[in-house]
């Protein structure tokens, strides 16, 4: 991508996101350090695919942010809502792209004559820049999914047991929730077709590769709310019913740990009357995120190899 466009979009990102307050300060950094290695790649879909989903995702998390900061608490004390998202949260969405686009680096340069121009033909070029796609209509789609669906009137099912849970818990699914990760991904689909340029031009083509990132990111919500209801805990306070959350995406203490400020690094209290209502405390939210990024990037390579051919 052409560093007179890139450098520009880098600053005015990297600036809305610190006076919006979207990103804390090392989140900022990381999220400039991420933009800059994207617009290394020579197409400017990686670039626009981060962009996009930046602005999509802090635009879900301001919705209706006074509701949603109801229906959760903070792991702090407070009332719950997505509040500044943090550099391992960057690096849980976008570190699977970013790793695909150091590779493609690695094995084509930094300049256009040995790479291929056009997309179609099954090369490794293409099969990494399909990774690159999934990975962001994948954290679209959760990501939309996510922050729209807890505002579903209808309370969320447990995607492995259908019972019925709070709103928030991990793992929790509801239509809306789908619909909107449905939306995300499609978002980020249409985004890719509309800059891709392929070898041999025709509907097939981009109808096909619409159709088949739309679906990899629908696969992707679907597999986060999987691994969230098994590997991931969702701790519910006792005396409000609510799921209690981790600030930026870190583990929930069911057991008092007290620092010298009465909270750990990941700002939580130790309570009593915090249970676990579902899951297993393996991983946090961010290795959920992350460990779902990478398993779609691979799918949408795999995939990508089929199709291509």
Request: glycine share 12%.
């Amino acid at each position: 991508m052409r560093a007179i466009i890139a450098v520009p979009c880098i600053i005015l990102l990297v600036a809305r996101a610190y006076t919006r307050k979207s990103l804390t300060v090392v989140g900022c950094l990381v999220a400039g350090l991420t933009a800059t290695i994207h617009a290394l790649h020579q197409s400017s879909i990686p670039f626009t695919l981060l962009g996009t989903f930046f602005l999509l995702g802090t635009s879900a998390t301001k919705v209706k942010h006074d509701v949603k900061a109801t229906l959760t608490q903070s792991s702090s004390g407070s009332s719950g809502g997505e509040g500044p998202r943090t550099s391992v949260q960057v690096v849980a969405n976008s570190g699977c792209a970013t790793l695909l686009i150091l590779i493609h680096v690695w094995l084509y340069g930094l300049g256009n004559t040995t790479a291929p121009q056009c997309f179609g033909r099954g090369t490794t070029a293409d099969i990494l820049l399909m990774g690159i796609m999934a990975n962001y209509a994948a954290v679209a789609a959760d990501t939309l999914s996510s922050e729209l669906g807890i505002l579903s009137k209808s309370k969320p099912v447990l995607i492995t047991s259908l019972r019925t849970v709070p709103p928030g818990t991990n793992g929790g699914v509801s239509l809306a929730g789908l619909l909107a990760g449905v939306g995300g991904s499609a978002a980020m689909a249409a985004t890719s077709i509309l800059l891709l340029k392929f070898c041999e031009t025709g509907k097939a083509g981009y109808i096909q590769t619409f159709f088949l990132l739309t679906a990899l990111g629908t696969a992707g919500t679907l597999l986060d709310s999987l691994l969230g209801a098994v590997l991931q805990a969702s701790v519910v306070d006792r005396r409000t019913g609510k799921v209690i959350e981790g600030l930026g995406g870190a583990k929930v203490l069911t057991k008092p740990r007290q620092a010298q400020n009465g909270a750990d690094g990941a700002g939580n209290k130790g309570h009593k009357t915090r249970v676990i209502n579902s899951g297993k405390d393996v991983l946090d939210n961010n290795q959920i995120n992350l460990l779902m990024a990478a398993i779609m990037s691979v799918s949408g390579m795999i995939a990508g190899n089929l199709v291509l051919k």
